[in-house]
């Protein structure tokens, strides 16, 4: 793995190598195994140029968490500049507590997890959740479909990633209901649209 430390400030971004057949597999009916590859491919891609615009504004590391494909894959894709880490095994909620356990143990203070599945997420938003993390122990980006594109804390929370039903319009409500139980104060961003099922292609 390439080793880059982590800054007080890291944004974790989740994302899948483009491999045709085995990504966005619910575009597939709609785009055809290359055709929803490609689309996760530029997704990716536009989510990354994101990130290095909030890069020249802010001193943030960044990591990718990935699945499929091989690290070198991986490099040759997206470049030797970030760091990369397998996703590993398990449901969404553990592979995301899994990547921020090893975050905050390497002196991260402010730690953001994004998806590459939200077009309209920008450096400007990004730099929004970070500002609202010095404040709020949580902050959480709404997805329309239920879920939440973007999720940052200010410490590992186990919690908050246990008995979800991933991939379900239930994620964000229940989140903020562990998180209100937990006593967590929470900031909020503005709701956007993943990208994940036919019908989120045509808005």
């Given at each position: 793995m390439i080793s880059l430390k982590p800054s007080k400030q890291h944004l974790i971004i989740f994302t899948r190598y483009p491999e045709p057949g085995k990504t966005k597999t619910r575009l597939i009916p709609a785009l055809g195994d290359v055709g929803a590859a490609n689309l996760q491919k530029q997704m990716t891609e536009d989510t990354i140029s994101q990130v290095k615009e909030l890069q020249k504004m802010s001193k943030t590391s960044v990591e990718i968490r990935f699945t499929g494909g091989d690290l070198q894959g991986m490099v040759n894709w997206l470049g030797n500049d970030l760091l990369?880490?397998?996703?590993?095994?398990?449901?969404?909620?553990?592979?995301?507590?899994?990547?921020?356990i090893n975050a905050f143990n390497?002196?991260?203070?402010?730690?953001?997890?994004?998806?590459?599945?939200?077009?309209?997420?920008?450096?400007?938003?990004?730099?929004?959740?970070?500002?609202?993390?010095?404040?709020?122990?949580?902050?959480?980006?709404?997805?329309?479909?239920?879920?939440?594109?973007?999720?940052?804390?200010?410490?590992?929370?186990?919690?908050?990633?246990?008995?979800?039903?991933?991939?379900?319009?239930?994620?964000?409500?229940?989140?903020?209901?562990?998180?209100?139980?937990?006593?967590?104060?929470?900031?909020?961003?503005?709701?956007?649209?993943?990208?994940?099922?036919?019908?989120?292609?045509?808005?």
């Open positions: 990369y880490q397998f996703q590993g095994e398990g449901d969404l909620g553990k592979r995301m507590e899994r990547s921020l390497q002196k991260a203070e402010r730690v953001i997890i994004i998806g590459t599945d939200c077009p309209d997420l920008n450096s400007q938003i990004l730099i929004t959740a970070f500002e609202q993390l010095e404040v709020f122990n949580l902050v959480l980006g709404p997805a329309l479909d239920g879920g939440y594109y973007l999720i940052g804390l200010q410490q590992p929370i186990a919690e908050l990633f246990m008995n979800i039903s991933w991939g379900t319009a239930q994620v964000f409500v229940k989140t903020v209901e562990i998180a209100q139980k937990l006593n967590l104060s929470i900031g909020y961003l503005q709701s956007l649209a993943d990208i994940d099922r036919p019908e989120d292609l045509n808005p």
